[in-house]
C-alpha cells in the first residue's frame, strides 16, 4: 500500500482514494474532499518515524526462535532448575535482545 495512502488512512480511516506512483497529483479522492497536502505529508513522516524507531522488534521477531522451541527451551530450564540467567531461554531471548538493542 502506498504511504501516502496510509498517511491519509490515519488521519481519515474512511477516506477512499487511488494513486499512481506515489504521487500527490495523481490521488484521487473518491469520497473526501482533498486534504492538506503538508498534513499528509507531515504525518507520512510521523508514521516513517514510527516504522524505522521499531526496527528492532522486527529485526528480533525474525531471530526469535519459534514459540515451540522457545518452551522446550523452559521446559528443559526448568527440569535443570535454571530458570535464571544461566538457563538456555534466557541465554536465547539476551543473545537477541544484546543484537538487536531497543532504540
Known amino acids: 500500500m502506498?504511504?501516502?495512502?496510509?498517511?491519509?488512512l490515519a488521519i481519515n480511516p474512511?477516506?477512499?482514494v487511488s494513486i499512481?506512483?506515489?504521487?500527490?497529483?495523481?490521488?484521487i479522492w473518491h469520497n473526501i474532499?482533498?486534504?492538506?497536502?503538508?498534513?499528509?505529508?507531515a504525518k507520512k513522516?510521523?508514521?516513517?518515524?514510527a516504522y524505522n524507531d521499531n526496527a528492532y522488534q522486527r529485526?528480533?521477531?525474525a531471530?526469535?526462535?519459534e514459540l515451540k522451541e522457545q518452551l522446550d527451551l523452559l521446559?528443559?530450564?526448568m527440569t535443570a532448575g535454571k530458570l535464571d540467567n544461566t538457563g538456555k531461554w534466557h541465554k536465547h531471548i539476551k543473545s537477541v535482545k544484546d543484537k538487536y538493542p531497543k532504540g
Open 14 to 16: 474512511t477516506a477512499q
Open 45 to 49: 513522516v510521523e508514521l516513517e518515524t
Open 75 to 77: 521446559y528443559h530450564d
Open 20 to 27: 499512481t506512483d506515489e504521487n500527490w497529483d495523481t490521488i
Open 59 to 61: 529485526d528480533r521477531a
Open 2 to 8: 502506498s504511504t501516502l495512502i496510509k498517511a491519509i
Open 33 to 41: 474532499e482533498p486534504l492538506e497536502k503538508s498534513v499528509v505529508l
Open 63 to 65: 531471530e526469535y526462535k
